[in-house]
């Protein structure tokens, strides 16, 4: 396997970090012990960095608010690229007005209301409103009942012919060091194939994804993609996806990957992160405490 390197000697080399969030920055547990010297050391080097996630459970608002109840009150808004805001510019440029049906908790639909459209859960449409669903939005595994809410996004887009977008591609995520949950990116493949339909997708490992905090940056400063590192925890999403887009990518084996399984998955898989660590926290030497 790739020789693991210290984590601080990698961002050392770069002026931008992309962190993913759930395995990288915190787990089941709650944030990883330590984290936050890592943030504090790329505040002190006055480096920038931007939290790229699939998750779209929440506004981006309301995921720094629960970074800051954990004490790391670094993570601003501002810091943070959810797949839930290119879902917003999906449907601000393809869905012109009518309802948006929605599975996901009450937050997430947070971005279909900031595009300005009526939303309204799954388990609300009938044959009073179906007519006005112009689109169906998969945001997260939470908010309603899998077993009727699913079968009647089954039959929403049996009936109707309007666009199914999927704003968290993940299709699983760790509850435990040894248990997964099937997250809304495996159930709207599970709905995909049982329509026949193709559904679209929005975050990593999407070029789209990298492509709109890029954008961003670029926006307010002059920046390649050899001064950014994407770290992340998952091969097929985090790692694949910054390779695709032409970034430099750390595998942190905290989170999906663990370290007994990461030489049999990269070599399984081919995809080959540019570094391997441990993880992304930093001891307190670096910041000579």
């Known amino acids: 396997m ?50 790229v996630t699939n998750d779209a459970s929440r506004s981006p608002s309301e995921l720094a608010e629960s970074y800051h109840k954990k004490g790391l ?13 290119l879902t917003k510019e999906y449907l601000d440029l393809k869905v012109d007005g009518g309802i948006v049906a929605y599975l996901g908790t009450d937050e997430s639909a947070h971005y279909i209301e900031s595009a300005g459209l009526k939303t309204l859960p799954v388990r609300d449409v009938n044959n009073s409103n179906i007519d006005k669903v112009n689109a169906l939005v998969f945001l997260d595994d939470e908010g309603f009942d899998w077993f009727s809410d699913l079968n009647k996004a089954v039959n929403i887009l049996r009936r109707r012919t309007i666009p199914a ?36 997708r929005f975050g990593k490992p999407d070029s789209q994804m990298f492509m709109f905090v890029y954008d961003l940056i670029r926006s307010y400063r002059e920046i390649n993609k050899k ?13 694949i996806g910054g390779n695709k887009f032409g970034l430099d990518t750390v595998l942190v084996l905290s989170g999906n990957t663990r370290p007994d399984d990461a030489e049999s998955w990269i070599s399984a898989s081919g995809i080959v992160p540019t570094y391997v660590c441990n993880s992304a926290v930093l001891g307190p030497e670096a910041l000579n405490l």
């Open 2 to 51: 790739k020789r693991i390197e210290d984590f601080k000697s990698i961002i050392d080399r770069y002026e931008v970090v992309f962190f993913d969030a759930f395995g990288v920055l915190k787990n089941h547990s709650g944030l990883l012990s330590g984290i936050g010297r890592t943030f504090d050391y790329l505040a002190q080097q006055k480096k920038e960095y931007y939290i």
């Open 73 to 85: 009150h670094l993570i601003t808004a501002d810091r943070i690229i959810s797949s839930g805001q």
């Open 165 to 200: 977008i999927v704003a968290n591609t993940d299709h699983a995520y760790p509850v435990s060091l040894t248990d997964v949950a099937i997250a809304i990116g495996g159930l709207s493949k599970m709905v995909e194939t049982i329509v026949g339909k193709k559904f679209i």
């Open 227 to 239: 001064q950014i590192v994407m770290v992340g925890d998952t091969l097929q999403t985090d790692i």
